[in-house]
């Protein structure tokens, strides 16, 4: 016992394990770390200093949390951002994050999976967001736009092809993806590409009306064309058409696609419909375009990877903009710099340095503060008293199961106003297959347990530490168990944004959002 409780003492990187199950709950080994506590304590005082906080020229909102790891900050976050984007449509807001375990220092803006995809010479792509329903919603309300595309005539059928976009990105690493007008940031409709018939590229575009007739489709296809060609192992790329779609056969018949006659085609929601089927084989692209039209000169960015950024920033940049920098003052700066109008500090609560607009203290109803001790014999970041200062109020996500609110009262003296939320589980996932779940999350067992209550059957559940990078060696164990036990493998957003393409195929990632209970919060922000 002895040897574990220094080793965890000993390890500079503890804060990156597995909770310490003694964080749970009062026990002897959390006792015994108490003199440790009471030393880092004294510590922490001597080194915080008083500060004058500095204002920024937009409006902060801080979200921040009193214990390490695992209290739901970051779907907070994500949830405020989607208030804000109602709220303010034409502001411009980006989540300031540290990047716990990045590789690179910042500051700079993560190309993470909202980011750009690739440019033709009027238009960019970037990937669909789960916040982009609108813009498909707007799309399809046109009857002319929507009469060749199936499952677009209701909002719902609509979400669910959004929704097929974004899983479809996260497990193949393409999609179809958005596109707006460069000059104006408009949303134009969407191009890219599917899976299709089991490893083949099918590539495809729809548009809004006010883009029809001036070459637009042309442009996008030849980019998306030459986008899928970039990769040397592709032997071809094929395009499907409504019978009576001419406009759209001659699209691809100008960037060089060949017909090949008619076939049955399968639409993600289900349907079949007999449609023209055409192909471009690599030498065909080749001899089309690099020897007669090299007009499209496409450009492809890199994306940053969870190791770059980190695991929570990659997320974050599926949602919106997010600044990552070692050092949040030159965060804020760097965002200054961008001409952002409203930031999101993903923690940050207790830097005394940087003066918010509005700071909230997410706490998880099921946890609390756990063993209510500090650091390292629990998992409070510091006395509870400090540990909430320069809190204006409180989300209580959930139940508020172990009196977390009354030991606040208690320590402060004060009341602080508290915001009800649950989290929901986005889109449905198949309660008959067992599964094989794994998180390298602060608290795993969280996940695993909200897995259970909503009825999914776990044959195996394997923890890793928070923000845990997978390694060849786990994937292996990962499938291993998963093919013991005939189960899928399940895991959570934040794991997902780390797996590798392959692998990630083969892995059902659970999406969540936070939902408040009531209107409160939209006026607060």
Known sequence: MFGNIFKYISDSSLITRKTPEFWHKDCLTAQILIPITVVYFLIKRLVTKKVEARKFPFKIICVGNAVV??????PTAI???????????????????????????????????????????????????????????????????????SGADTSEKIRKKLEFFIQHQRRHGYSNWAVFEKNTDVFAGYAGGLEFDGGQIEIGYCLKRAFWGKGCATELASGVRDYFFRNPQLKKICAFTNMENSASQRVLEKIGMLPKGQKLYRYNDGTERVSSYFEINREEHNNFVILKNPEFNNLITKRH???????????????????????????????E???????????????????????????????????????????????????????????????????????IKYATKKEYPVIESYIDVLGSLDKTQVYVAFAGIGRPEKFFNMLTEMGFVLADKIGFADHHFYTKHDIETLEGAANAQKAKLICTEKDFVK????FAAKVECVKISLKFETKEIQEIL
């Open 499 to 502: 797996l590798p393409p392959d």
């Open 305 to 335: 990877t969870a190791q770059d950024v980190g695991d929570e920033a990659l997320m974050l940049s599926s949602y919106g903009q997010t600044i990552i920098c070692k050092d949040r003052i030159q965060a804020l700066e760097f965002a």
């Open 79 to 149: 949830a405020i951002h989607e208030i804000l984007k109602k709220k303010n449509p034409s502001a411009k807001i980006a989540f300031v994050t540290t990047a716990y375990k990045s590789r690179l220092e910042g500051p700079l803006v993560v190309n993470g999976p909202s980011d750009l995809i690739l440019e033709t010479p009027n238009f960019y792509l970037r990937p669909f967001a789960p916040g982009d329903g609108a813009l498909l919603i707007n799309l399809f309300s046109d009857t002319e736009v929507r009469c060749y595309v």
């Open 337 to 407: 710099g961008q001409g952002v109008d409203i930031v999101i500090l993903d923690d940050g609560l207790h830097d005394k340095r940087i003066h918010k607009d509005t700071s909230f203290l997410v706490i998880d109803g099921k946890y609390g503060f756990g063993n209510n001790l500090l650091f390292p014999a629990g998992p409070l970041r510091d006395r509870l008293d400090f540990a909430v200062d320069g809190a204006d109020h409180v989300i209580m996500i959930g139940k508020d199961e172990r009196s977390a609110l009354k030991m």
């Open 69 to 74: 790891g695992g209290a739901g900050k970051t």
